[in-house]
């Protein structure tokens, strides 16, 4: 390129194409002076040369004159009328302003509804349903509540689910159709806006919701938000009793009380940082109850109903339990709306009662007598053998560890330890220590370490322990996934299994549902991903919010819990029986049994050999190591405080009870 006075020369035709963009940038009539000139310049000679190359066109230069005008007017519907130049001026001018109108006409019509599509793909347009179930909020859970709600709904009468979260509206409806099947996509209905701006939350019309729900999100003022979130609901709704159930939830028990007085009278609030913690301190010492707590709590198979108890008034409790062919019954609701979970058989089914029971829908809940399917002579009447202490190894440190340690220490047994290792001194307490003495707390001994390096995992002695709990980082502590420090942890643990010969049940949580089936754990080991758990747990209350008492009593620590015990404790190991003969086994003993675990079954990956509320008619070959489902009651600690760790020095430290304000293992 050739230079002037040392600067380049731009060629001729970026000068002209730089001209051009500034005279289009100008105004929009500029814009439209060159669409004229444009046009103009391509119509007038093509028409002149059609009209030179007619063979019959006139013979005089007027006359293709006038041909060529009229062949250009009609190309540009300018009109065609032709004679002096007044009237060529005005057929032009008239063409010109309908062609003005016209075109503005389209571009308004074009303008409206772009203008339309835009705010429904915003997500602004107000929902006008009746009887839908209002999701308020994103977190990790939504994907399993949305789908969850879509699948317990009856076929004959689905009900819209609404959500209304601060995201684009496109993206929510991407997320959520992955998780639902084809034909339920149509009944999911998403908002994009605030939750805590009442003029936004009233887009979802939750005066006629059936329920409404409110997910905290994943940042650091979640709570806060659910909050927020509950008090525009009531400007909304309006005070007093009238109006759907509200279902909340938050992560920090300080907010729960609020959350409470913000939901009102209609309103249930979970703590989900608790729930996974009891989740999780329950699945510790029981292989395999995460699968049966994953089969529980969705509505894929069976799950707890309210039944009628009009069929057994004045009669113990002891009798329904082999009374319904097609169902399990695990307690009943009183006339006073008591909960009681696996009470004593010789208990009095008061009138007016209702029994809590799992089966599969409210049809199959059926009362037969089954009576006759048990067989006596197969039951064992030898006492099982009683647990003992435990040791126990918690791996890593989040939010949730004091609350797992928490409840392991209120189900352990005197003389049970937990060894707590982390990467750092764990965090101080959320608020003021208690002051409490119990002698026969166990030791919570903590010791820190580099956990992100192999050579420290790989230097553990797992030899001690009978049980080993992983929980990764919190989101955002570091630049990974929470779960790829959890799945190179339990990489490290499986080694240490093989060079030992010796296997260790191991609960571990996720935050990720994906990364379930990377988890290299051993068959006697469960995973415990808290959002998708959580997420159906709301999901069955806020279907029936009379089961949050029963869940809570169910996975609180101590009282009512689920466990597996081996089947050789029922029957006869070797005998075919009835699973009606486990149950009269089970009431024998004080237990409710709802279903088993084979041993056989362990590879299968669809249930892993799980089967929850098999008929009572059923009858297979028991195993020694098969096990039973059931609903057991154990002496609650109704003495031990909410556990607060102290922050320990670096190396290990071992915590007394009067020390730190003990927990347990």
Request: with cysteine; glycine share 8%.
């Amino acid at each position: 390129m050739e230079t002037v006075k040392g600067r380049s020369r731009v060629p001729l035709r970026s000068r002209a194409r730089y001209r051009f963009d500034r005279t289009l940038a100008r105004s929009t009539g500029t814009l439209m002076g060159w669409l004229v000139i444009t046009c103009l310049a391509v119509v007038v000679p093509v028409s002149t040369l059609l009209v030179w190359t007619d063979p019959g066109s006139p013979p005089s230069l007027s006359g293709r004159l006038a041909a060529a005008w009229r062949t250009s007017a009609e190309t540009l519907r300018l009109g065609a009328a032709t004679g002096t130049p007044v009237r060529l001026v005005l057929s032009a001018l008239l063409g010109l302003v309908a062609l003005l109108c016209v075109s503005t006409l389209v571009g308004v019509i074009t303008t409206g509804l772009a203008d339309r599509m835009a705010e429904l793909s915003r997500g602004r347009s107000t929902v006008l349903e009746q009887g839908h179930v209002v999701v308020l909020g994103w977190s990790d859970q939504v994907t399993t509540v949305v789908s969850e709600l879509v699948a317990a709904q009856a076929p004959q009468r689905p009900r819209a689910v609404v959500l209304l979260a601060d995201r684009d509206k496109l993206e929510m409806e991407r997320v959520l159709t992955a998780h639902v099947p084809p034909a339920a996509r149509a009944r999911i209905i998403c908002r994009s806006g605030p939750a805590s701006d009442p003029d936004v939350l009233a887009l979802v019309s939750p005066r006629t919701a059936s329920t409404v729900l409110v997910l905290p999100s994943a940042g650091p003022a979640a709570d806060a938000e659910v909050l927020r979130v509950l008090l525009a609901l009531s400007s909304v709704l309006g005070e007093g009793t009238d109006g759907p159930p509200v279902l909340a939830a938050v992560r920090d028990d300080r907010y729960r009380a609020p959350a409470r007085l913000a939901a009102g009278p209609r309103g249930t609030v979970l703590e989900t940082d608790m729930v996974t913690a009891r989740l999780i301190a329950q699945c510790v010492g029981r292989p395999g109850l995460s699968l049966v707590l994953h089969d529980l709590l969705d509505f894929a198979g069976a799950e707890f109903h309210l039944a009628d108890a009009t069929a057994f008034p004045h009669e113990p409790f002891g009798t329904t339990l082999l009374a319904h062919p097609t169902s399990c019954v695990v307690g009943m609701l009183t006339p006073e709306g008591r909960t009681l979970l696996n009470p004593p058989a010789e208990t009095v089914v008061v009138p007016g009662s209702r029994l809590i029971v799992l089966a599969l829908d409210d049809e199959s809940t059926r009362v037969d007598a089954c009576g006759h399917l048990v067989d006596p002579s197969v039951i064992t009447t030898a006492p099982s053998e009683p647990d003992g202490p435990t040791r126990l190894l918690l791996l890593g440190w989040n939010r949730r560890a004091p609350l797992v340690v928490d409840q392991l220490r209120r189900a352990a047994l005197p003389g049970s330890v937990l060894d707590v290792v982390t990467d750092s001194a764990v965090p101080g307490p959320r608020g003021p220590e208690p002051e409490y003495g119990a002698p026969t707390s166990p030791d919570v001994r903590f010791r820190s370490a580099a956990l992100s390096r192999p050579e420290t995992l790989l230097g553990l002695d797992l030899g001690p322990y009978d049980g080993l709990v992983v929980l990764g980082p919190d989101p955002g502590d570091g630049p990974d996934h929470p779960d790829d420090w959890t799945l190179v942890t339990l990489l490290a643990l499986r080694l240490l299994e093989e060079r030992s010969g010796r296997e260790v049940p191991v609960v571990t949580e996720l935050t990720d549902d994906r990364n379930r089936p990377l988890a290299p754990v051993n068959t006697g080991s469960d995973v415990i991903v808290s959002g998708k758990l959580t997420g159906l747990f709301m999901a069955q209350i806020a279907q029936n919010r009379h089961l949050a008492p029963v869940f809570d009593e169910l996975f609180s620590a101590g009282g009512t819990s689920m466990c597996l015990r081996f089947a050789g404790s029922y029957v006869r190991p070797g005998a075919e029986a009835t699973f009606a003969t486990v149950v009269a086994a089970a009431r024998d003993r004080g237990e409710c049994a709802i279903g088993y675990r084979s041993h056989g079954g362990l590879s299968d990956p669809a249930n892993r050999g799980v089967r929850l509320n098999p008929p009572k008619g059923e009858r297979r070959v028991w195993s020694a190591e098969d096990r039973v489902v059931v609903v057991a009651t154990t002496p609650r600690d109704a003495s031990a405080p909410p556990v607060v760790p102290a922050r320990p020095s670096a190396g290990e430290t071992s915590c007394t009870p009067q020390e730190r304000g003990g927990t347990s293992g």
